[in-house]
């Protein structure tokens, strides 16, 4: 059982990157999935989140309108496109799965968590 966050590395700001994050072991479909980061020094923070259908989303007001997050289930994976990416992105981006119901924002009720993949945005 694994839970496994790829695609990032270094871009330029304005630049773009699209995270994935692929699931084996599990019903990939009955969690909610949620993407967070944690830059050096700072704490973990949401990203944004989907819902089991994929028809409910959120985001953090500080990725809004660049962020689109989006899943497959009959892939076991979801995605996090990243456009118009700045310096502040910067940081280890980790996928994590919530049992609950509805989206949510709170690390805490994220009980599944894959390693995290690192995102440089030059200036």
């Known amino acids: 059982v694994q839970l496994q966050a790829s695609g990032g590395g270094l871009v330029q700001a304005g630049g773009s990157l699209r995270l994935s994050c692929s699931d084996t072991g599990r019903t990939f479909s009955i969690y909610c999935v949620g993407w967070f980061r944690q830059a050096p020094g700072k704490e973990r923070e949401f990203v944004a989140a989907i819902s089991r259908s994929g028809a409910a989303t959120d985001y953090a007001d500080s990725v809004k309108g660049r962020f689109t997050i989006s899943r497959d289930s009959a892939k076991n994976t979801a995605f996090l496109q990243m456009n118009n990416l700045k310096p502040e992105d910067t940081a280890v981006y980790y996928c994590?799965?919530?049992?609950?119901?509805?989206?949510?924002?709170?690390?805490?009720?994220?009980?599944?968590w894959g390693q995290g993949t690192e995102v440089t945005v030059s200036s």
């Open positions: 994590a799965l919530s049992w609950g119901r509805d989206i949510t924002r709170n690390v805490r009720d994220y009980t599944i």
